[in-house]
């Protein structure tokens, strides 16, 4: 067993949390929806059931890309602990809404700022939970796989990611809609930005994480990465 499990699931744990106030933040802007949840936004005005299920639906294909790409890596364990991350992001959907949900920006230009601001805790929470080791979401397991595959830093994986989520809603939205659902300038400047800042957040936070969740990593690697940066 992994003597430092219990620092990986509360890293997780933290990250998840940042991660689901950065998208709470980024709703009550009222300029779109994040881009991770575009596409099952806009496919729930299509079935007609509620965004949780339709996110269910997406991360059943999610699930299917990262064994296509993985392949026997992508083990029943990392299934399962991707599945109940899943629940437990939910839950921390909804009550980062009621903690942080009241404070409504007014102007546009105030929204726009606390929308880049949602953007960069978002950015904290998907590095952290990603960088914990113990598991992470299936849209950043896809991102992962595109890393793996294309080579390019996490960040701009999660950027590519994230377009093609918007890009999908787009396709759903006209397609089958007539109209766009979910997706205003505060999405497109979302799926950009997010995967900018984690770029340059998990250069800073990689290394520190190390220390935490590894004591045995020397000190030496801190510098060097920040020499890098």
């Known amino acids: 067993m992994d003597k430092y499990l219990i620092r990986k699931l509360a890293v997780c744990l933290v990250g998840s949390f940042i991660y689901a106030a950065g998208i709470t933040v980024v709703k ?9 949840t575009s596409a099952p936004y806009a496919f729930s005005f299509v079935v007609g059931q509620t965004l949780g299920t339709c996110t269910m639906y997406l991360n059943a294909i999610l699930y299917i890309i990262q064994k296509l790409v993985l392949k026997k890596e992508y083990t029943l364990r990392k299934f399962l602990t991707q599945f109940i991350l899943s629940a437990v992001f939910a839950v921390l959907i909804d009550l980062t809404g009621i903690m942080f949900g009241g404070f409504v920006p007014q102007s546009y230009g105030f929204r726009l700022i606390y929308l880049v601001f949602g953007c960069f805790v978002l950015a904290v929470g998907v590095c952290g939970v990603v960088m914990s080791n113990f ?3 299936p849209g950043e397991g896809v991102a992962v796989c595109i890393q793996r595959v294309t080579k390019l830093d996490f960040g701009i994986c999660k950027i590519i990611f994230d377009c093609s ?13 007539g109209r766009i659902e979910g997706v205003r300038e505060g999405t497109l400047i979302s799926a950009v930005m997010i995967g900018w800042f984690a770029r340059y957040v998990g250069r800073f936070l990689g290394p520190r994480l190390a220390l935490v969740l590894n004591p045995k990593v020397d000190e030496k690697t801190v510098m060097e990465a920040e020499m890098e940066m």
């Open 135 to 137: 598991g992470m979401l």
């Open 165 to 177: 989520m918007v890009a999908l809603a787009l396709v759903i939205s006209l397609v089958f809609l």
């Open 28 to 36: 009550v802007c009222n300029l779109g929806i994040s881009p991770i």
